[in-house]
């Protein structure tokens, strides 16, 4: 059977949120994006603000709402918008990845620094995460699963615990990326969603087990409160990209510019700017996702920016060629941290390919099979946007100390001194 690719991004029907290409050759994730363009902003922003004002804490003794927030990926543009722009006062709530870089450190102590923001944070024990870390390596190939159940339940139990009932999530990938609703859909965070596509159908509770010594004591930080719990305090997650028309490049060089966030060059990607907080993301676990599904985390950059007319389909393509070819670099690392051979994640990993875009060739080494269908010229032409702006991604300055840019001292404690 073959696979049929978009006729104007780079997405195939392998996506693993379920694309849909439509008889004329376009994706569903195209033809939601298309909707940006049409769509009256000033009203949505008018209705964010009247959903906003039902949700102020007047008497001043709690939050207005919770955004949760990494060192990494829009969480300066959320909190900047919802705290500077809206008049909220939110309490910001990050899960610890484990898998830190310096950079992401510092992108977030300064963000609770700059938007004078409090802050609550979860790390748990190494040791959980690890044995956790090993038990989704084996049954889904993940090596990210505790951090995307993690991010996507704290913010839910903290909102229960201290009843803040709103929580203001940025994007929805699955409408952003795929169209797998629209922006007239109004679509809120659900326990589904979260089940079927963050967590790869496996909740915490199905990682209990004897042989891999994960116990109750060891997943209940990773719990999604029951419905009861959740309608007694109210609580709902909205997305702002239903709000406001989401450009996740032009807010990172807005923040850039405002509060020296903190971009980085990528080995496996051209985008500077999403992800710089994670050893692992745009390196290892990028790998795996390319054997899992056939194309990497440049697919997912490329298909974006093509839809924003910012690169031809062709450049974007070479991008694709020449950053999915770069081998990672923290494996050992990780290896070293989980204790593993090579050759255990080797074989485990080889269960996890995709079996329509991968086999063996005669030697037993992989290869990717050529089951693409690709799309017609006359097609690719038809479905072509006119380029309309430069594709550049930059690097800011680094505050790190000794650099020649650094104008702040970082304290141990995650303050900053001007
Ligand atoms: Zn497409």
Not at 59 to 66: A, K, R
Not at 273 to 293: C, G, M, P, Q, R
Not at 357 to 382: F, H, M, N, T, V
């Amino acid at each position: 059977m073959s696979i049929k690719v978009c006729a104007r991004c780079l997405y195939s029907e392998t996506h693993p949120l379920n694309l849909i290409i439509n008889a004329q050759g376009l994706c569903s994730g195209c033809a939601v994006h298309e909707e940006k363009d049409v769509i009256d902003w000033g009203q949505r922003r008018q209705n964010l603000s009247e959903l906003l004002a039902q949700y102020r804490c007047h008497s001043g003794n709690n939050y207005d709402c919770i955004i949760p927030v990494s060192g990494g990926r829009d969480s300066y543009f959320i909190v900047d918008y919802v705290k500077n722009e809206m008049g909220m006062n939110p309490l910001l709530v990050s899960y610890n990845q484990h898998y830190n870089t310096d950079r992401g450190i510092r992108n977030l102590a300064y963000l609770r620094t700059l938007t004078d923001s409090d802050i609550f944070t979860l790390t748990v024990s190494p040791d959980k995460v690890k044995k956790i870390t090993r038990a989704t390596l084996r049954r889904l190939g993940s090596v990210y699963w505790h951090v995307l159940a993690g991010q996507s339940v704290f913010p839910v139990q903290i909102a229960v615990r201290l009843k803040i009932p709103l929580i203001i999530w940025g994007c929805h990938q699955g409408m952003d990326q795929v169209g797998m609703f629209s922006h007239n859909d109004g679509v809120e965070m659900t326990r589904r969603y979260r089940h079927e596509h963050d967590l790869m159908g496996l909740e915490a509770e199905d990682l209990l087990s004897d042989e891999d010594q994960i116990f109750e004591r060891d997943i209940y930080q990773y719990l999604y409160p029951d419905n009861d719990e959740l309608a007694k305090v109210g609580v709902r997650g909205i997305y702002l990209n239903n709000y406001l028309r989401w450009d996740t490049k032009k807010q990172h060089e807005a923040m850039i510019l405002k509060h020296g966030y903190e971009s980085a060059s990528q080995r496996r990607t051209f985008d500077t700017y999403n992800d710089v907080d994670s050893f692992i993301y745009t390196d290892l676990h990028d790998h795996i996702k390319a054997l899992k599904w056939g194309y990497s985390k440049v697919t997912d950059h490329a298909c974006r920016e093509i839809r924003f007319g910012r690169i031809s389909r062709e450049d974007a393509k070479a991008a694709v060629a020449k950053f999915s070819r770069r081998k990672h670099r923290f494996e050992d690392l990780f290896l070293d941290w989980i204790g593993m051979r090579k050759s255990a994640l080797r074989f485990i990993l080889d269960q996890h390919r995709h079996p329509d875009i991968w086999c063996r060739d005669a030697g037993w080494a992989w290869k990717r099979s050529d089951k693409y269908q690709k799309p017609s010229a006359e097609l690719i032409e038809q479905h072509r946007l006119k380029l309309n702006k430069d594709h550049h991604f930059t690097v800011s300055p680094s505050r790190r100390q000794g650099f020649d840019e650094s104008r702040y001292e970082l304290y141990a404690k995650g303050h900053v001194m001007f």
